[in-house]
């Protein structure tokens, strides 16, 4: 029994390796490039508005622009994975990075390169979007954690590698030659596209293979993005109802006029009550995932730790991160959801909380090494829960979903940095550590409380 046990464990992990090994062209090594260029000129962005006159807090404004337009891009994003596919809205994202790293790179004053970096974050959301939705629909469930923490990982890879390519340009060319790394690296990312094969058609060979092996029946999907177009059933006085399941409860008492039913076609309005729940602890996570990006190098400082040995620090911590990423999907895939999303923010949350207690080097880096941790053993864990939540609630309409999914969840990010801001100018800055440690142990809750039951184990 034990060796047909074994016979079993070794078929089942041949064919995973199998599995994944084929999404490397069409996913992950596209989207590693294109991570690896978007990583590279984020160090640059405050040195280039210094450069053109800005002060420290309009750089820093600046440089939050990224992530703005981040947030404005999701639901844009998702029409067009939505209407052409996801192949072609990542071309769409990587020309239209070009553009705007030429812009940033030309820029005469402010003005332009703000609206050069806030482009380039809309293109970023359209590419992740489209790689999102691509595993979305193709991924079989039982690979689907471990591939979205891959797909995480891609980009902790790229911006891990980013800035050590930026560093030789900057000493040889000047800081604006960094701009032509994002370009060189999306007229890559459209090569990959255009020389490879159908990544559509070979990600649907591969799920139909993999089901069949599980004896699971491959279910077809509507178009060839793997998703369908915008398609609302119909609407009750329980609200609207898709494939049995009711999305927003309670909006029927608004009745089925004309407006009602074209409001429904908002993602951010049609999945309300999910992302209301669910959406709001993901966003708590990537709030908190933002804030420790801000307020470990604060810290440092504080601590009157020199430049350096921060970047040194911080270094370690990242390379601690990365080194994780597979992990949490297999921990995702085996035990369920739950099992990395609770301890991820309990993490990062403890992190925060013990924060004031670091008052020495030694201390600081044990608490940056925790935090990278928690961080680490949560990569991909938004990706499959957006994935998971698309799949029972919308799959006539993933990208519309997971455009709204992605929204919530970028506002965390956006909104993380902010909220430290703040409370360091109010309080000081071990009040933003304890406030943003105290929100995270509410994201912890809502994920125990909220995560639903069919999801994962």
């Known amino acids: 029994m034990s060796g047909m046990a074994q016979a079993t464990n070794e078929k089942t992990h041949a064919e995973q390796t199998d599995f994944l090994h084929h999404l490397f062209v069409p996913v992950y090594m596209p989207a590693i490039v294109f991570a690896t260029g978007e990583g590279s000129l984020i160090p640059i962005v405050p040195l280039t508005a210094k450069a053109l006159g800005a002060n420290l807090a309009t750089a820093g404004i600046i440089s939050g622009l990224l992530m703005i337009g981040v947030v404005?891009?999701?639901?844009?994003?998702?029409?067009?994975?939505?209407?052409?596919?996801?192949?072609?809205?990542?071309?769409?994202?990587?020309?239209?990075?070009?553009?705007?790293?030429?812009?940033?790179?030309?820029?005469?004053?402010?003005?332009?390169?703000?609206?050069?970096?806030?482009?380039?974050?809309?293109?970023?959301?359209?590419?992740?979007?489209?790689?999102?939705?691509?595993?979305?629909?193709?991924?079989?469930?039982?690979?689907?954690?471990?591939?979205?923490?891959?797909?995480?990982?891609?980009?902790?890879?790229?911006y891990f590698v980013g800035p050590f390519i930026a560093s030789p340009v900057i000493a040889l060319t000047g800081s604006r030659s960094v701009y032509w790394i994002h370009v060189v690296a999306c007229l890559s990312v459209l090569v990959v596209l255009q020389v490879t094969p159908d990544p559509e058609k070979l990600l649907s060979a591969n799920r139909a293979r993999a089901e069949r092996g599980r004896g699971v029946a491959h279910a077809k999907n509507t178009d060839s993005a793997g998703a369908g177009h915008i398609a609302i059933s119909h609407v009750t006085s329980q609200g609207i109802i898709e494939h049995g399941h009711t999305v927003n409860p309670g909006m029927g008492k608004y009745g089925t006029s004309p407006m009602m039913v074209t409001l429904m076609r908002f993602p951010v309005i049609r999945y309300f009550s999910i992302l209301c729940r669910i959406g709001t602890a993901a966003g708590i996570l990537q709030m908190m995932r933002a804030s420790r990006q801000v307020i470990l190098p604060l810290w440092g400082v504080q601590l009157n730790i020199s430049a350096p040995h921060i970047a040194l620090i911080m270094g370690v911590a990242g390379a601690v991160d990365l080194s994780l990423f597979y992990t949490s999907g297999q921990i995702m895939d085996r035990f369920g959801r739950r099992w990395a999303a609770v301890p991820v923010l309990l993490g990062i949350s403890l992190g925060h909380l013990l924060m004031p207690f670091a008052t020495v080097?030694?201390?600081?880096?044990?608490?940056?090494?925790?935090?990278?941790?928690?961080?680490?053993?949560?990569?991909?864990?938004?990706?499959?829960?957006?994935?998971?939540?698309?799949?029972?609630?919308?799959?006539?309409?993933?990208?519309?979903?997971?455009?709204?999914?992605?929204?919530?969840?970028?506002?965390?990010?956006?909104?993380?940095?902010?909220?430290?801001?703040?409370?360091?100018?109010?309080?000081?800055?071990?009040?933003?550590?304890?406030?943003?440690?105290?929100?995270?142990?509410?994201?912890?809750?809502?994920?125990q409380r909220f995560i639903p039951r069919f999801i994962g184990k």
Not at 132 to 140: G, I, K, R
């Open 361 to 447: 080097e030694w201390t600081y880096i044990c608490i940056a090494i925790l935090i990278s941790v928690a961080n680490g053993l949560g990569s991909g864990i938004i990706m499959t829960l957006g994935a998971d939540l698309a799949s029972r609630y919308a799959p006539e309409n993933m990208p519309g979903f997971l455009s709204g999914w992605r929204m919530s969840t970028d506002s965390g990010s956006a909104v993380g940095p902010l909220a430290i801001s703040g409370m360091t100018a109010l309080s000081g800055l071990w009040s933003a550590a304890v406030l943003m440690g105290s929100i995270g142990l509410v994201g912890a809750y809502m994920m």
């Open 72 to 158: 404005l891009g999701d639901v844009p994003s998702g029409f067009i994975v939505n209407t052409w596919g996801e192949t072609v809205a990542m071309r769409i994202a990587a020309i239209l990075a070009i553009i705007s790293a030429i812009f940033c790179w030309r820029a005469p004053n402010l003005v332009v390169l703000a609206a050069g970096v806030l482009v380039i974050g809309i293109a970023s959301a359209t590419f992740n979007l489209a790689r999102h939705a691509f595993l979305t629909a193709w991924t079989p469930p039982w690979y689907r954690a471990r591939a979205m923490s891959l797909l995480g990982g891609t980009t902790r890879i790229g």
